[in-house]
């Protein structure tokens, strides 16, 4: 037999409905922090990278292309790459190299 049937035919007849309404309320919580919540999280992470983008990091953008940001804009940023310069909306940088990766940034700091 097909589950919904079983289930279907195992439901109460004129029950209470506060059951059905608990088990739904506790269906939307466990849907809310499971999905909806890390979701909004991971949006404004991302969101604060953006912003914190300046001239001179090391970035990959989302399709791959290594390299150097030249100029930020209000509605994107250079990026300077060995082919040359580039512009790209910030939504395309997926991720900014880290220190240990490139030490020679940390000497032109000094």
């Given at each position: 037999?097909?589950?919904?049937?079983?289930?279907?035919?195992?439901?109460?007849?004129?029950?209470?409905?506060?059951?059905?309404?608990?088990?739904?309320?506790?269906?939307?919580?466990?849907?809310?922090?499971?999905?909806?919540?890390?979701?909004?999280?991971?949006?404004?992470?991302?969101?604060?990278?953006?912003e914190s983008?300046?001239?001179?990091?090391?970035?990959?953008?989302?399709?791959?292309?290594?390299?150097?940001?030249?100029?930020?804009?209000?509605?994107?940023?250079?990026?300077?790459?060995?082919?040359?310069?580039?512009?790209?909306?910030?939504?395309?940088?997926?991720?900014?190299?880290?220190?240990?990766?490139?030490?020679?940034?940390k000497e032109?700091?000094?």
């Amino acid at each position: 037999m097909n589950m919904l049937t079983i289930l279907l035919q195992a439901a109460p007849q004129g029950g209470s409905m506060l059951p059905t309404l608990l088990m739904m309320a506790l269906m939307f919580v466990g849907f809310y922090f499971l999905m909806i919540r890390p979701q909004m999280k991971k949006q404004k992470q991302e969101k604060n990278f953006q912003e914190s983008l300046r001239p001179g990091a090391r970035v990959v953008t989302t399709s791959g292309i290594h390299g150097k940001i030249a100029q930020v804009m209000e509605d994107g940023v250079i990026v300077e790459t060995m082919a040359g310069k580039l512009k790209f909306e910030k939504a395309a940088i997926s991720r900014e190299f880290t220190q240990n990766r490139f030490p020679e940034m940390k000497e032109e700091k000094k």
